[in-house]
């Protein structure tokens, strides 16, 4: 019997939390990754993400060169097959330790008679999964999502808003790493080593890894450059009032307060309100107020501020590639965000801002949100902000800002600003 490697046992596990229990990812595998040497806790993750992100194409081909669905194989071995298929599809790893290391997960589990077949399976993925994935067509949308792995509606949603070479272009730019990138905290200035400062993003740096000690001190926060434009984008001034409608985890919230007098930031769920508050703390910034309630159901008191961030909750298609289960559970809401963006302008003085920010790409939750609560709360689009920020111009509405991770290599983001009369 063969051992398994402790970043192969990470990487199954989490695989199971994930498609059995419909657990996140990244909470699967903080947990299942506790106490792992650092290098074979990065292999792991890049083994569990991968798989994760890829099991569409993934189980198209254990389906065609394993000859059985699926779906009537039995957990464990499901979940195996998948990881082995993802190392010979999609990584470097030694091919011998990729077969004899899914056998031994079979063997592990207790299914001693799925052995020999999860063994010819992965015999049959060898002689052509790699060259079957290559050769997939993508000239649909339908074929598209199947190559890159996608849900059908995603690939449909690109193909309709980017065209056929931009929805493929950005399906291929999600199943990449995505950048690492972490905002400078102006009220906590360390020493943070090493990094490219954005020429473009005030206070943005890309880095080759994120210090724990630099996260506890409060000198940066982990934050994608398209999302901290989002919150250079509000152009809070000094002096002003400003309220973040849907707050947590708080970057935006703490980056607005390094200019505004007053943010006050709100989110729904006690937890989630907590964990910002601590955030706020860490990061110095002490005229944040947190406000735990429903955004849409406000106190009076709550009112005639300057500008509005609201950063609403939408689809995440443009953090695919950060969070890797995010593709087979999302689904867009545009009807909450037109709510919170029609809320938000109650909030805002006469003459007042609302910025809107999705990290979606995804007319339906952008674009379309904007038009309605244009007409139904008689708000008009800021064009200046495209001015401010033109490298980031929408290519079809350029009054809006986007930012796509196949263009700029960041998140994939969209905001408006809009003006309250």
Known sequence: MSAISPSRRVAFAVLRRV???????????RSAADGVDPRDRALAQRLAYGTIQRVRTLDHGIEELGGRPVAKLDAPVRAALRLGAYQLAFSEVAVHAA???????????????????????MRRLTLGLRELVEALPESTPEEAARRHSYPDWVAEVWWRDLGADGARDLMRAQNEPPERAVRLNARRRGPVAGGERDPEIPG??????????????????PQSRGSQLAGLAVGVQ????????????????????????????????????????????RLGASNVRVVNANALKLS??????DRVLVDAPCSGLGVLASRPDLRWRSQPLPELQLELLVAAAARVRPGGMVTYSVCTINADEAEAVVDAACE???LSVDTTLADEWPRFRHESRPEFLQTLPHVHRTSGCFIARLLVP
């Open 376 to 378: 139904s709360a008689s």
């Open 204 to 221: 943005a740096l890309r880095v080759d890894r994120i210090e724990d000690c630099d996260l506890a001190a409060g000198f940066v926060w």
């Open 99 to 121: 077969v004899n290391e899914t056998v031994e997960l079979v063997r592990a589990a207790g299914l001693e008679r799925a052995v020999k077949f999860a063994n010819a399976v």
């Open 300 to 305: 009076d008191d709550l009112a005639g501020f």
């Open 19 to 29: 498609f059995e229990d419909d657990a996140y990812a990244d909470r699967a595998f």
């Open 238 to 281: 000094a002096g002003e009032r400003v309220l973040d409608l849907c707050a947590a985890p708080g970057g935006k919230a703490t980056q607005l307060a390094e200019t505004a007098a007053e943010v006050v930031a709100v989110e729904k769920h006690p937890g989630r309100a907590r964990e910002l508050d601590e955030n706020c703390k």
